[in-house]
């Protein structure tokens, strides 16, 4: 009976659509039905219920596409933790080179080393940082020239 009986989404039972015909069994049932139909019309209620199915997961999980763009700064999460009191992310800033979907390919700013991480494991560098020497304000060196209203000091 299992495989007689219509799926929700597609309308159709499995034996219906892995054989294209309709088996006799102890549902009443029209014996005559064009499959190059129903094929058409499965696949697109099973597209439309999938999509409705991933806008709902989205939304439940606040689901949102990533920002990040080439040449931006960003940290790479530490994935080997010393102890419960490390940080999340390493403190060396990082420079997109390359972004494809969720795949992003990372150059370190001291070492030059090249790595591939996937958007989850990143975090953008917020705001304009600047460097004082010797905790004077006079001796600051820009780290980014892009906008002088909103500097940071560290």
Not at 114 to 133: A, P
């Amino acid at each position: 009976m299992y495989n007689s009986t219509p799926h929700s989404v597609t309308g159709k039972s499995p034996a219906e659509l892995f054989y294209r015909r309709q088996f006799r069994d102890k549902f009443p049932s029209i014996v005559d039905v064009e499959f190059a139909e129903v094929d058409s019309e499965t696949r697109d209620k099973d597209t439309e219920m999938k999509a409705k199915g991933k806008e709902y997961a989205d939304r439940r999980r606040h689901a949102t596409e990533s920002t990040l763009q080439g040449g931006e700064k960003v940290y790479v999460e530490n994935m080997t933790k010393d102890n419960k009191l490390s940080t999340m992310f390493n403190d060396v800033p990082h420079t997109i080179i390359n972004k494809e979907g969720n795949d992003v390919e990372l150059q370190n700013d001291d070492s030059g080393q090249r790595l591939r991480r996937n958007v989850v494991h990143l975090k953008r560098v917020e705001g304009q940082w600047k460097v004082c020497e010797d905790g004077n304000q006079k001796d600051c060196v820009d780290t980014n020239d892009n906008n002088d209203d909103h500097k940071q000091t560290t």
